[in-house]
């Protein structure tokens, strides 16, 4: 058994240091290089946390994974964990086919019937993008005039991937709470006047329509990480002033932080799904009942060294926190072969 391994950052390095504690055969190759399917010749499985932020890898990654899979290798992410990625779209649909519990959400192909239902429903909504992490082109609409003028736009200019201004503030805020420097101020406004080359690949967000109902009252959300039979969590608290929670870096990691059935329902959800990996995010109805709001395969691997512990999915708790989750990856697709 020989794993190629894309060098990528993210889960990457994990992989790595797992095979060589381990004594895993593995090699490096660049998912880049026009002849990596000869790359992978001598291998069984490859390995790539490709990124929604590389244009380059959101332009083939799916694309080169799935060609394998169907060759016959075990890929990581396979089919069922990265088809949805970065798609919050896509993700509606899967979720609602399924029947999980999530936020009511909406989405159209005409600017006309966007607008209908707009003048039908009540305000405030949440107007997002299909792509982006840590609560970028996430946007509180809290009347029917700002809805229609989202709609106009994602129906003529479209949205830029990149928001120069939602970054700046974000920026501030992180500075007041001594989480930034003044190098990343300077930084932050500079992109208003330079924005980089892989950023500007990008193409823009248009010719659709995407609304979820706001959820009020929520002052955190609560993410699980499943990878495999054992799941993972922790608490985020949203940003001052804001129902935003995610990328925001205030974070709670107790056991008694989480609530234990949005692990339930996380297990239970991707039992359907069939996920190698997979991020759920939870905030909470009127009556209290935890609602989905989107998922992800990858996930910021250091945020979740400080978790306490983790259940397995007999919901049976695990002290400690020196857990390997991306050595899980690893063991789990060598069980797959």
Known sequence: MKIAIHKSGGFSERWINYCQ???IDYKIVNA???????QMADCDAFMWHHSHLSYKDA????QLLFSLQQAGKKVFPDFNTG?????KVGEKYLLEAIGAPLVPSHVFYTKREAIQWIKSTTFPKVFKLRGGAGSTNVMLVKNQSQA????????GKGFSYYNPQVYLKDIIRKYKENKAATFDIVKAIGRFFYLPHVIKLHPKEKGYAYFQDFIPNNLFDIRICVVGNKAFGLKRLCRKGDFRASGGGNILYHKSDIDERCVKIAFGVNEKIGSQSIAFDFVF???????IVEISYGYAVAAYDHCEGYWTNDMQWHDGNNFDFCGWMVENLLKSV
């Open 21 to 23: 504690k381990n004594n």
């Open 32 to 38: 880049y290089d026009s002849d990596i399917i000869k």
């Open 59 to 62: 332009l083939f990654a799916k």
């Open 83 to 87: 088809w949805h990625f970065d798609d």
């Open 148 to 155: 229609i003028n989202n709609v106009n736009k994602a129906f």
């Open 285 to 291: 109805d009127k009556n209290n009942n935890p609602l």
